[in-house]
């Protein structure tokens, strides 16, 4: 079966009974690459980690980020994707906790940034290929001494 592919197994509950239960088959291949595409934008922002690993991921090319860029698509797809990320970061840094779980976290790495500075227990959550690649990332950043 393609790693892009999961079957998703619910229940639908009402008054504690279970109602239905049902298969669902998704493909979801079309989410990695979005998600590099938007770790490649991140790269021209101040986000924690994002520049180092917009270049891991173009190795062994340069990532060189162009700012004379003007496409307003571009600008405005990244002005939004930090503003996103800082806006969070807001809220986060509002609250007390210290367990943190992210649904969907693609290739951002507040994970890594809240686990060591503020240390809180962070469980980032996403299909196994962007976690796989997630993780070569942290290796190598690591080894850099990030």
């Known amino acids: 079966m393609d790693p892009a592919i999961l079957n998703y197994?619910?229940?639908?509950l009402f008054n504690n009974s279970v109602m239905e239960q049902?298969?669902?088959?998704?493909?979801?291949s079309s989410i990695s690459p979005s998600a590099k595409w938007m770790l490649l934008c991140k790269g021209y922002t101040?986000?924690?980690?994002?520049?180092?690993?917009?270049e891991l991921l173009e190795y062994p090319n340069k990532y060189i980020p162009d700012f004379k860029k003007r496409d307003?698509?571009?600008r405005a797809s990244?002005?939004?994707?930090e503003n996103r990320y800082w806006s969070i970061d807001q809220l986060l840094n509002d609250l007390t906790i210290k367990n943190i779980l992210e649904l969907s976290s693609g290739y951002s790495f507040r994970s890594l940034e809240y686990t060591q500075q503020k240390g809180v227990h962070y469980i980032d959550t996403d299909?196994?290929?962007?976690?796989?690649t997630k993780k070569e990332f942290i290796n190598s950043l690591?080894?850099?001494?990030l």
């Not at 101040?46 to 917009?54: K, S």
């Not at 690591?142 to 001494?145: N, Y």
């Open 22 to 28: 049902s298969t669902i088959i998704r493909d979801f």
């Open 142 to 145: 690591k080894k850099e001494g």
């Open 78 to 81: 990244t002005t939004g994707l």
């Open 127 to 132: 299909l196994p290929d962007v976690i796989a």
């Open 46 to 54: 101040n986000i924690p980690f994002a520049r180092e690993v917009a």
């Open 72 to 74: 307003f698509t571009f």
């Open 9 to 12: 197994h619910y229940l639908t």
